[in-house]
C-alpha cells in the first residue's frame, strides 16, 4: 500500500468552538475552509462548518484538523477518523483490494464523501482497536497561504505531525499498520512493567502513528505539530501558560526521535503536542530499543499520567 502520510484527522469535541481561542490563538493553526461543493465560492474561511465543526489549517491544504461536535450516544470526546493520503486513483484502487484480501471492511466513498472531506477520491476502513480509518487522494489546496502567527509547520512530504494511540488489543493493531498499511517499525520502548510504545514510520518523519500499550482502553492521546521554528515553540508555550492552559508535560527533549516539545490539554480533553527539530528516518533504517524517559524535561509526562489522561478521551 503506498501511503504517503497522514493528510488529516478529525476528532469530536462538546464545545467545538472552544477550539477555535485554543487552536487558533494559543496554538498557533488557522481556521480552514469548511468543506463545501465545488466551485468553492460559497466556502467561508472562518473555520465553522454547518454543523457546528470547526476546521484548522497549517499549510496549503484547505483544512488539516476537524472538530466535530459529539455524536448523539457517544460516551467521550475523543478520535472521529484518521485520513491517510495516497497518491491517486489508482493506489486507492490498489489500497480497497488490499484491505478486501486481509479480510478487512471497507467501503468506497461517493461523491458527496469527497465533498465533506475536500478530496477527489476517498474509502473507509478501521484499525483493529476501531479507529476510523480513511484513505484519500486529491486534497484540496488554496494559494499563497500564510499563518497569521508567522508560524511555519514542518508538512510537505512529513504529512501534517502525528498522533499516539492508545491500544488494549496492540498486537493486532501493530500486525495491522505493518502488514497492512505498510508502516514500518522506528523504535519502542517499556515505560513500566508490561508498558509499551512502539513508533511507526511510512515516510520520513520518525514516526505518523505512536500505538501505546500502557492502559486497557482504545483512546487518543496526543496530537503533534513540527514547527521550523523552536522560537515559535516558545512563544506558543508562553501564550498557553499566560492563558492559564494546563500544560501536561512542560519544555522538553524527547530520548527517541530528539523533539524538543511541550503538551498542553485542549478544550475537549485531548494533548497537543507543539515541537521543533525532530530527526528523520531514511529506507535503511532499523529499530531501536530505546531506555525510558527523555533527555531533559517534559516533567509531568510519566506512564501513570499518560494512562490517567486517557481515560477521558
Not at 467501503?107 to 465533498?115: H, S
Not at 530527526?279 to 506512564?303: A, C, E, F, N
Request: charged share 20%; hydrophobic share 40%; proline share 6%.
Amino acid at each position: 500500500m503506498d501511503i504517503l502520510g497522514l493528510g488529516y484527522l478529525g476528532i469530536d469535541a462538546p464545545d467545538p468552538d472552544a477550539w477555535l481561542a485554543f487552536g487558533r490563538d494559543l496554538i498557533g493553526l488557522d481556521t480552514g475552509r469548511a468543506p463545501v461543493a465545488p466551485p468553492y465560492v460559497d466556502a467561508g474561511q472562518d473555520g465553522r462548518g454547518p454543523d457546528g465543526s470547526v476546521y484548522f489549517r497549517i499549510d496549503d491544504w484547505s483544512w488539516r484538523l476537524a472538530v466535530h461536535p459529539m455524536v448523539p450516544g457517544r460516551e467521550r470526546p475523543g478520535l472521529r477518523y484518521l485520513g491517510f493520503e495516497l497518491p491517486g486513483a489508482a493506489e486507492l484502487d490498489v489500497a480497497i483490494a488490499e484491505l478486501e484480501a486481509a479480510g478487512c471492511a471497507v467501503r468506497r466513498g461517493d461523491a458527496a464523501d469527497c465533498v465533506a472531506r475536500a478530496v477527489t477520491g476517498i474509502a473507509f476502513t478501521s484499525d483493529p482497536s476501531g479507529n476510523a480509518l480513511e484513505l484519500f487522494y486529491g486534497p484540496l489546496v488554496t494559494n499563497n497561504y500564510r499563518n497569521s502567527k508567522g508560524i511555519e509547520f514542518l508538512t510537505g512530504q512529513l504529512g501534517m505531525g502525528h498522533v499516539n494511540l492508545f491500544t488494549s488489543n496492540y498486537d493486532a493493531c501493530a500486525a495491522f499498520y505493518t502488514d497492512v498499511l505498510g508502516f514500518r517499525l522506528t523504535d519502542y520502548y517499556e515505560v513500566g512493567e508490561g508498558q509499551l510504545i512502539n513508533f511507526f514510520h511510512i515516510n520520513p518523519r520518525h514516526h505518523t502513528i505512536g500505538l501505546m500499550k500502557v492502559a486497557p482502553f482504545d483512546a487518543i492521546h496526543h496530537i503533534m505539530f513540527e514547527t521550523t521554528d523552536i522560537d515559535m515553540v516558545g512563544l506558543a508555550y508562553d501564550r498557553v501558560k499566560a492563558a492559564g492552559s494546563k500544560i501536561t508535560a512542560s519544555l522538553g527533549r524527547h530520548s527517541n526521535d530528539r523533539i524538543i516539545s511541550f503538551y498542553v490539554e485542549s478544550p475537549s480533553g485531548v494533548e497537543i503536542e507543539m515541537g521543533w527539530g525532530a530527526m528523520t528516518v531514511g529506507p535503511d533504517w532499523t529499530p531501536r530499543y530505546r531506555g525510558p524517559g527523555d533527555i531533559w524535561g517534559h516533567h509531568g509526562l510519566t506512564s501513570d499520567a499518560i494512562a490517567e489522561g486517557g481515560k477521558d478521551k
